[in-house]
């Protein structure tokens, strides 16, 4: 059995535990992780449909010959000028008629909308819950696409830290990592955030017209997608002489992103690495200015379980995969963050991104 259908199997497994009789996957990611392929997805009706009984591919017509040639899938076409109801009535009668239907959680609405009103199911939950559950744990391979991401990553930091410099605005900086992502390769960049001077107190500011200046402390934070698999990084350059003021809080989230990372091993409590990094802070003063979790896990999403925060108590399992991102924001000032990618092994911890902590100073 080869790795999708395996993992279809693992679905159907937890799908009878979570009573849902039928699981459409419409999402990209999803239908990467359950299928290795995703075709263009827009407007149209497009979802893998599977039951205990059967799994049907519901594709519009012009997508069929490309997903054929990519997976094993039985796939019912249908096409624009007669619209997706008689397809997905005869995926239905293969799968058998849902009285449980479980969604992506990141769908389409009018894709549920479709399929309650086609299928007509007594219920219509997330099946994110479950999805999760399998996805959360990374394979072998999944570990390395996500460390060839994070490498890349890496790179793109540097001619990041290389590109700040007075003058220079936030906007042409965010250009200049974008392009090194696409020309080293990357399928896609997420998101190139510089954020420089008082904009680094806005933990999820993008970037902006903003002229870097002497005295600017500048969070970048940016990330990409390679083979399908997501990275996550954020370093911190300063332009001219930091403040005493500013190295010791520079410091002491460095501390704080080491002590989270050194508690993360298998069996250990989720929101125990979370405490970790907040109480570094707290012994310092400043843990009333980290104001969001301490890390999210990271694969096909860039944002997935597990959620490193208080209130999971959830156990971390070798394999799973997920940030390290304490930060301080200080209003009006600026802002600190430092961000890992990590790896829970029976061990301990492997961190994939390799760039150092320490702040880069440049001074003219
Ligand atoms: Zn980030
Ligand atoms: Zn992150």
Redesign the pocket.
């Given at each position: 059995m080869d790795v999708f259908s395996q993992r279809i199997e693992n679905l159907k497994s937890q799908m009878s535990q979570a009573g849902f009789d039928l699981v459409a996957i419409t999402t990209a990611p999803n239908l990467r992780y359950f299928s290795g392929f995703v075709p263009h997805l827009d407007e149209r009706f497009n979802a893998l449909l599977i039951s205990q009984k059967e799994v049907v591919w519901v594709a519009p017509e012009l997508n069929r010959e490309q997903i054929e040639s990519h997976v094993q899938i039985p796939l019912v076409s249908w096409r624009d000028d007669e619209g997706p109801q008689g397809a997905i009535r005869q995926a239905l009668q293969k799968l058998g008629s849902p009285r449980s239907l479980g969604v992506d959680g990141a769908g389409r609405a009018d894709i549920l909308l479709r399929l309650q009103e086609i299928a007509q199911p007594q219920s219509s939950q997330s099946a994110d819950g479950i999805i999760a559950l399998l996805r959360q744990v990374k394979s072998a391979d999944e570990i390395e696409k996500l460390a060839l991401a994070a490498a890349q990553a890496d790179r793109a930091v540097q001619a990041a830290m290389q590109a700040c410099r007075p003058g220079a605005s936030e906007r042409e900086v965010a250009w200049i990592i974008e392009s090194f992502f696409r020309q080293d390769g990357a399928e896609q960049v997420d998101f190139t955030l510089v954020a420089s001077g008082p904009n680094g107190a806005f933990p999820h500011h993008h970037y902006s017209e903003r002229v870097l200046q002497e005295g600017d402390a500048i969070i970048i934070?940016i990330?990409a997608t390679l083979n399908g698999y997501k990275s996550?990084i954020?370093r911190m350059v300063y332009l001219g002489e930091p403040s005493v003021e500013f190295l010791r809080a520079y410091e002491v989230v460095n501390q704080a992103n080491l002590a989270a990372r050194a508690k993360v091993k298998a069996g250990q409590i989720a929101q125990e690495i979370d405490r970790a990094a907040r109480n570094t802070l707290k012994e310092h003063g400043l843990a009333e200015f980290f104001v969001h979790r301490t890390?999210?896990g990271?694969g096909l999403d860039?944002?997935e379980p597990p959620w490193i925060m208080e209130g999971n108590e959830t156990p971390l399992q070798a394999g799973m995969t997920f940030?390290i991102?304490p930060g301080v924001y200080l209003v009006g000032k600026y802002g600190i963050r430092i961000?890992d990618?990590v790896v829970v092994t029976d061990q301990g911890v492997q961190v994939l991104s390799q760039t150092p902590h320490d702040l880069v100073v440049k001074s003219s």
């Open positions: 934070d990330g996550d954020t890390g999210h990271i860039i944002h940030s991102e961000e990618i």
